[in-house]
């Protein structure tokens, strides 16, 4: 033992991560993702809003049920009716919390709430009481507690940690904080609030001006013990800050930190993987510990030092982080038995037989034009067999496109639409365009594209493309991914698995449309 605090991990991928505008995930993708959060040791797990809507309500009870060794917590608004949801998504936990929030700052209650300071703490008392009828695992958040008046901060958390709030979290809710700032914050709470030591206290940080890592960590040396945090920093706007750069920043600085992290590092790429293909987020090859860059030596002199002594130029192991884990893992050969087992060891597993067929004969027709195929391959693959559902309003049947250099390219598409061989075909500026437009000619979705973007799924001229886009209509945005060896194919089944999930979420708001 060192001696050292433990720094508890809160990751809010699912909840806080899963509120930016296109990222929203299923059911089983977001127990995938708590699958391997526990993997990894993470503390706590946010698993949603249980009031949100039905499909939150069941994701949280769903990873409640699935993940045994993490705290699996649910927000809820300081609202009876919320706690009482949260509380029931969160009952098959083997460790459950209930964190509830509301808004402490002046803008906000005045604004927002509408309501006087002392009604905004006598809500919070009663939230954090009924809470306490359900679970001892209670933590309370000061909504935008990073312009709140410090006066009010500590008469708030000074009752609700009579209440029985365990946790106390500050947000900094709209990236407003500077770190030695945020720091100061937390002295002062832990040491004129008269009950703080009952308490954990927790940052949340919002990356707005780019500080959530900072501002995350000099809350740490201000007395934090609690970080939340997303895998890719993902989260609302500006994104939240970034589990795999917090909890580097502590391992890599122990002599620094007074703290200590219990993660298992080596899940750290594997799960940031996961998370940009199930939302589609691609992360930015500088990004720090798991962009493609990170730990990639360009210049001359660089590489010359890191040859004769690695750690001239680098402070962490690529290895420790989990860049070694893409590994040549199958091939034509391979049977089902090792395709099972080779996926269960990466997170994957399949609820039905029919599943795993599907996702098999996909890994042969591969197999059979790719010698190689590497984690990241199956992956993508089972990702692309597992968003095709029966209940898709529209699937490709076949794609024909031509592009020749001086002429306009043509693509000819054969779609399924409810059951129905539908032809269509147009031109475009390119082949991606004509091949869009193609469907569109049938489909007329009246969507936006919002972005476009192609990534290679593995090094080497025979990787499979993996397509992103992302569609907007009437104020709602969504995602679509698919991989496949030929772009414009991968572009087309992006584009149509974008389509089917805003068909989805149009038919689950609008039921009556359906
Ligand atoms: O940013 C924020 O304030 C939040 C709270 C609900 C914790 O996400
Ligand atoms: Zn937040």
Not at 65 to 79: G, H, Q
Not at 155 to 163: G, N
Not at 290 to 312: C, M, P, Y
Not at 317 to 330: F, I, K, P, Q, Y
Request: hydrophobic share 40%; aromatic share 6%; net charge negative.
């Amino acid at each position: 033992m060192s001696g050292k605090d433990k720094l508890i991990i809160f990751d809010t991928t699912l909840r806080d991560g899963e509120q930016s505008p296109g990222a929203s995930m299923t059911k089983d993708e977001k127990v995938r993702i708590a699958k391997l959060l526990e993997k990894m040791r993470v503390d706590v797990i946010e698993a949603g809003f249980a009031i949100a809507s039905p499909g939150d309500f069941e994701a949280v009870k769903a990873v409640a049920e699935a993940v045994k060794d993490s705290t699996i917590c649910s927000l809820s608004r300081a609202l009876d009716k919320d706690i009482d949801r949260a509380a029931e998504a969160i009952k098959p936990a083997n460790s459950g919390r209930i964190h509830t929030f509301i808004a402490t700052s002046p803008i906000h209650m005045k604004f927002k709430l509408q309501m006087e300071p002392e009604a905004v703490i006598e809500q919070a008392v009663r939230a954090v009481t009924r809470a306490r009828g359900y679970t001892d695992n209670v933590e309370f958040s000061c909504e935008d507690a990073g312009r709140s008046e410090l006066d009010f901060l500590c008469r708030i958390i000074e009752r609700v940690i009579d209440a029985g709030a365990r946790t106390i979290n500050i947000p900094d809710t709209v990236g407003y904080a500077m770190p030695e700032q945020y720091a100061e914050v937390f002295r002062q709470l832990i040491a004129r609030i008269p009950n703080s030591d009952k308490a954990i206290f927790s940052t949340h940080c919002h990356n707005d001006l780019g500080l959530a890592v900072a501002n995350s960590l000099a809350g740490v040396m201000g007395g934090a013990r609690q970080v939340e945090c997303t895998i890719n920093g993902l989260g609302e706007r500006a994104g939240n800050a970034s589990l795999e750069e917090i909890v580097m920043a502590v391992k890599t600085r122990k002599d620094y930190f007074p703290v200590e992290v219990g993660i298992d590092t080596v899940h750290i790429v594997p799960a940031s993987k996961m998370v940009s293909s199930v939302t589609g987020f691609a992360v930015q090859p500088n990004k720090a510990i798991v962009g493609s860059n990170a730990f990639a030596h360009e210049s001359g002199i660089h590489q010359d030092g890191v040859l004769k002594h690695r750690e001239t130029y680098e402070i962490m192991r690529a290895e420790d982080v989990g860049w070694s884990t893409n590994r040549m893992v199958l091939g034509k050969h391979s049977g089902r038995s090792a395709f099972r087992a080779h996926l269960k060891d990466l997170g994957v597993e399949f609820d039905s037989e029919v599943a795993l067929n599907m996702a098999f004969q996909r890994f042969k027709e591969l197999a059979d034009k790719k010698h190689e195929i590497f984690d990241d391959d199956l992956l993508a693959l089972v990702k692309d067999s597992q968003q095709i559902v029966d209940s898709d309003f529209v699937k490709l049947v076949s794609l024909k496109v031509h592009s020749e250099t001086g002429e306009t390219p043509q693509a000819n598409l054969v779609l399924d639409v409810e059951g129905k061989e539908t032809p269509a075909q147009a031109s475009g500026a390119g082949p991606v365009a004509a091949a869009f437009a193609a469907l569109e000619s049938v489909l007329k979705s009246g969507a936006h594209l919002q972005e476009y973007a192609v990534n290679a799924v593995t090094e080497g001229i025979d990787s499979q493309a993996e397509v992103n886009v992302r569609l907007e209509h009437e104020g709602h945005v969504v995602t679509g991914h698919a991989a496949d060896l030929d772009i414009v194919a991968a572009s087309v089944k992006a584009y149509l698995h974008a389509l089917n999930t805003m068909r989805a979420l149009e038919e689950r708001l609008h039921p009556e449309h359906g």
